[in-house]
T-cell receptor
Framework: SQQGEEDPQALSIQEGENATMNCSYKTSINNLQWYRQNSGRGLVHLILIRSNEREKHSGRLRVTLDTSKKSSSLLITASRAADTASYFCATDAIENAGNMLTFGGGTRLMVKP | DAGVTQSPTHLIKTRGQQVTLRCSPKSGHDTVSWYQQALGQGPQFIFQYYEEEERQRGNFPDRFSGHQFPNYSSELNVNALLLGDSALYLC???????????????FGPGTRLTVL
């Protein structure tokens, strides 16, 4: 079963616009990670935010975490055609003793040139 | 510095057969996790190996088994293949850290298994 749920399931925007994806999860976590996947290939790690952090930045990426609402968001600013991919959130739940990640179903982002 | 590598890239099998997938972790990593990703879905955790032992297992039947070698590489074996086993199988490596949090997992390109 998947703990996280991404919203929206699909998103289509124009190049230069911002893209926001949301993730909700169910249990208490140590951290939450975002990954990108191009065309069914391997996942690329984007950013990790720990449970005691509220916001984190990496280049054009901004991640927020609200543990009281059990939710996170990923913002990609000034999107590019190359950002077209599926984006997944993954949680490291406290109950799993740090040994596994639980992924959501992903958001499929299309950036039109 | 080589990243996570997996072999083969693609594989076609028939129902009832057995398959072995291989993974070499990123240099310096000694923990290997396996995930199954069905088409259009997120990856699901199969199991994790550390110090040649299965450390944690997801909700997968005993037909799925694994092994880790002294050089930290790993194999995933699936017996009595079913049509539903068709998926992308991803290997991820990480370095162990103290509790409570998982270190970043680095994923390989995956093996696409098709069961006919």
């Amino acid at each position: 079963s998947q703990q996280g749920e991404e919203d929206p399931q699909a998103l289509s925007i124009q190049e230069g616009e911002n893209a926001t994806m949301n993730c909700s999860y169910k249990t208490s976590i140590n951290n939450l990670q975002w990954y990108r996947q191009n065309s069914g290939r391997g996942l690329v790690h984007l950013i990790l935010i720990r449970s005691n952090e509220r916001e984190k930045h990496s280049g054009r990426l901004r991640v927020t975490l609200d543990t009281s609402k059990k939710s996170s968001s990923l913002l990609i600013t000034a999107s590019r055609a190359a950002d077209t991919a599926s984006y997944f959130c993954a949680t490291d739940a406290i109950e799993n003793a740090g040994n596994m990640l639980t992924f959501g179903g992903g958001t499929r982002l299309m950036v039109k040139p | 510095d080589a990243g996570v590598t997996q072999s083969p890239t693609h594989l076609i099998k028939t129902r009832g057969q057995q398959v072995t997938l291989r993974c070499s972790p990123k240099s310096g990593h000694d923990t290997v996790s396996w995930y199954q990703q069905a088409l259009g879905q997120g990856p699901q955790f199969i199991f994790q190996y550390y110090e040649e032992e299965e450390r944690q297992r997801g909700n997968f039947p005993d037909r799925f088994s694994g092994h880790q070698f002294p050089n930290y590489s790993s194999e995933l074996n699936v017996n009595a293949l079913l049509l539903g086993d068709s998926a992308l199988y991803l290997c991820a490596s990480s370095s162990p850290t103290g509790l409570p949090s998982t270190d970043t997992q680095y994923f390989g390109p995956g093996t696409r298994l098709t069961v006919l």
